[in-house]
């Protein structure tokens, strides 16, 4: 029985459907099935069927019996185990057992040995099984080897810019995206890593030389109008946006801080002189008003302009002051009640004389003629 199974086994191994295919030892799988077949039938699997029907060929009658054979016992094998005291039961349906791995290597086999089979129907089936496979495992970047060649050519270009630091930002994305599809990920503070770090310094250093040209373009068109107290507002907050760029911040004490500082001296100044002109026109400028005008005007230019606005608003101020004191003053001579009682009560010592009478205290005392006071000293 040993011989003649030997026998029919180098038969259907001479039939063998060669693949080509290093990783699958299709000669041990036979001789482990005629094993079965020969101590254990009900050992054989509906997979050990499969695996024979589609990698072997049968070259006479009996290795076609064979295969026939095993495969009849892979199918009856589930109502043979579920027979019990001489009796058929209906056997429950149990899903087969079957190894992945086994069927990933068949699966390659088949390919290498038929690859025109390979239709887009069946490459996208396949892309859909290799998914599941990554979110059973958890990975959703399956590694791709062919890649290797390829990434390997690339580290030896990138790694000469890298310690010149010279890698763009370009180069590093390119380098991190073929390792991450090359190895499913990239290596942590490997070559790419490093490459990623040195082409942001880079970049920022370039971004800062261009945003420090940058700013000094506008300080050059800028500089003649801070000498001349003209620049704006918004001139000035460009300027400060464009230093922060260059430098993470503002520089104090410098052209800039200078350029806000006198925009800012100047707009207090415009918006004084709006208010106040209406009033230095209708004469109604106030000391305060004008002295407050003439401080924005000392602190904005150093010095007030002769026959400016705000020595005009002083000069209309103080004469305005000057004709309020005198009305003032003559109103309230007019008005005293002292001036009034005096030149009713209070009548001249000639008036006084002229009309005989001496007014002292409200009472008014006849005087005695000259020559009445001298008989009289003369008869004493």
């Given at each position: ?6 026998r029919?086994?180098s038969?259907?191994v001479q039939?063998h459907k060669?693949?080509?295919?290093p990783?699958?030892d299709?000669?041990s ?6 094993e079965?077949l020969q101590k254990?039938?009900l050992?054989i699997?509906?997979e050990?069927?499969?695996r ?5 060929d049968?070259t006479?009658?009996?290795s076609a019996?064979i295969?026939s ?7 009856a094998?589930p109502d043979i185990m579920a027979t019990?005291?001489g009796?058929?039961?209906a ?9 992945l791995?086994t069927?990933?290597?068949?699966l390659?086999?088949t390919?290498?040995?038929?690859p025109d089979?390979?239709?887009?129907e069946v490459?996208?089936?396949t892309q ?13 970047n ?12 690339e580290?030896?270009q ?6 010149k630091?010279?890698?763009?930002k370009e180069?590093?994305?390119h380098?991190h995206s073929?390792e991450?599809?090359?190895h499913?990920h990239?290596e ?6 490093m490459?990623q770090?040195?082409?942001a310094?880079r970049?920022?250093?370039?971004s800062?030389e261009k945003?420090?040209?940058l700013?000094?373009q506008?300080?050059?068109?800028t500089?003649?109008?801070i000498e001349?107290h003209?620049?704006?507002k918004g001139e000035?907050?460009?300027l400060n946006?464009l230093e922060?760029?260059?430098?993470g911040?503002?520089q104090?004490?410098?052209?800039v801080?200078?350029?806000q ?5 100047e707009?207090?100044l ?11 026109k209708d004469g ?5 008003e004008a ?5 924005l005007?000392v602190r ?5 302009e002769?026959g400016g606005?705000?020595a005009?608003?002083?000069s209309?101020a103080?004469?305005r002051e000057?004709?309020?004191?005198l009305?003032?003053?003559s109103n309230s001579?007019?008005k005293?009640?002292s ?12 008036h006084?004389?002229k009309?005989?009478v ?11 003629p ?11």
């Amino acid at each position: 029985m040993a011989s003649t199974s030997n026998r029919h086994h180098s038969k259907l191994v001479q039939g063998h459907k060669s693949t080509g295919s290093p990783k699958v030892d299709f000669h041990s799988f036979f001789q482990e099935v005629l094993e079965k077949l020969q101590k254990n039938p009900l050992a054989i699997t509906a997979e050990d069927a499969r695996r024979l029907h589609e990698h072997f060929d049968a070259t006479d009658e009996r290795s076609a019996k064979i295969i026939s054979a095993i495969e009849a016992l892979a199918l009856a094998q589930p109502d043979i185990m579920a027979t019990s005291n001489g009796k058929i039961e209906a056997a429950a349906p149990s899903p087969p057992k079957v190894c992945l791995l086994t069927l990933v290597n068949d699966l390659a086999a088949t390919v290498d040995a038929n690859p025109d089979g390979v239709s887009p129907e069946v490459l996208e089936s396949t892309q859909r099984v290799v998914s599941k496979m990554q979110k059973a495992i958890g990975h959703t970047n399956a590694p791709h080897p062919e890649l290797e060649g390829e990434l390997q050519e690339e580290f030896a270009q990138i790694k000469p810019k890298v310690e010149k630091g010279i890698v763009t930002k370009e180069e590093a994305d390119h380098l991190h995206s073929l390792e991450a599809r090359a190895h499913g990920h990239t290596e942590k503070g490997g070559l790419t890593a490093m490459a990623q770090s040195v082409a942001a310094r880079r970049e920022r250093s370039l971004s800062q030389e261009k945003q420090e040209h940058l700013l000094c373009q506008e300080i050059a068109k800028t500089e003649p109008k801070i000498e001349s107290h003209t620049v704006t507002k918004g001139e000035a907050a460009h300027l400060n946006s464009l230093e922060t760029k260059a430098y993470g911040h503002a520089q104090k004490g410098g052209v800039v801080a200078t350029a806000q500082s006198v925009s800012a001296k100047e707009e207090a100044l415009r918006e004084a002189a709006v208010k106040i002109e209406p009033k230095i026109k209708d004469g109604t400028v106030t000391n305060k008003e004008a002295d407050h005008l003439h401080a924005l005007e000392v602190r904005a230019h150093g010095h007030t302009e002769k026959g400016g606005l705000a020595a005009t608003a002083q000069s209309i101020a103080a004469k305005r002051e000057r004709r309020k004191s005198l009305s003032n003053a003559s109103n309230s001579h007019q008005k005293s009640p002292s001036n009034a009682a005096n030149s009713q009560v209070a009548p001249s010592k000639d008036h006084e004389a002229k009309a005989g009478v001496q007014h002292v205290e409200g009472v008014d005392i006849p005087l005695r003629p000259k020559a009445e006071v001298g008989v009289e000293n003369t008869a004493h």
